[in-house]
């Protein structure tokens, strides 16, 4: 999945792009920023049921760690607020697409993450 908004200071292409079929079918693209830094992952999973299958991780709580749902068009969308392993703030959002699932993670501030992710699928 493929963002129609993609700021600046992301690098194109992406530097990772890689996928599995078992025990769900995974398509995972991995954005550098221009500094070179882990900037955003877009995993796309394809899988009908309510929960996903497998584990992804979250951002680890933080003092400030938070959990709250938001919409994202018309589909409900669960935004998590903490950080990475060492320390840096990173946010996640989580939602549903027809039989997919997606996760998009970033250390970009979270309104930055939801209108990126409101441009996938032309949400």
């Given at each position: 999945?493929?963002?129609?908004?993609?700021?600046?200071?992301?690098?194109?292409?992406?530097?990772?792009?890689?996928?599995?079929?078992d025990?769900?079918?995974?398509?995972?693209?991995?954005?550098?920023?221009?500094?070179?830094?882990?900037?955003?992952?877009?995993?796309?999973?394809?899988?009908?049921?309510?929960?996903?299958?497998?584990?992804?991780?979250?951002?680890?709580?933080?003092?400030?760690?938070?959990?709250?749902?938001?919409?994202?068009?018309?589909?409900?969308?669960?935004?998590?607020?903490?950080?990475?392993?060492?320390?840096?703030?990173?946010?996640?959002?989580?939602?549903?697409?027809?039989?997919?699932?997606?996760?998009?993670?970033?250390?970009?501030?979270?309104?930055?993450?939801?209108r990126?992710?409101?441009?996938?699928?032309?949400?």
């Amino acid at each position: 999945a493929l963002p129609s908004y993609f700021p600046s200071y992301l690098r194109w292409p992406p530097a990772s792009i890689r996928g599995q079929r078992d025990p769900v079918k995974v398509a995972s693209l991995l954005f550098l920023s221009s500094q070179g830094e882990q900037a955003l992952q877009i995993r796309e999973l394809f899988w009908p049921g309510e929960e996903i299958p497998l584990s992804i991780p979250e951002p680890e709580p933080a003092g400030d760690a938070r959990r709250t749902e938001v919409r994202l068009g018309d589909a409900p969308a669960l935004l998590i607020q903490g950080q990475g392993q060492d320390g840096t703030p990173v946010n996640q959002l989580r939602w549903r697409v027809g039989g997919m699932h997606l996760v998009a993670t970033t250390i970009y501030p979270p309104e930055e993450l939801l209108r990126i992710a409101s441009s996938i699928h032309g949400e």
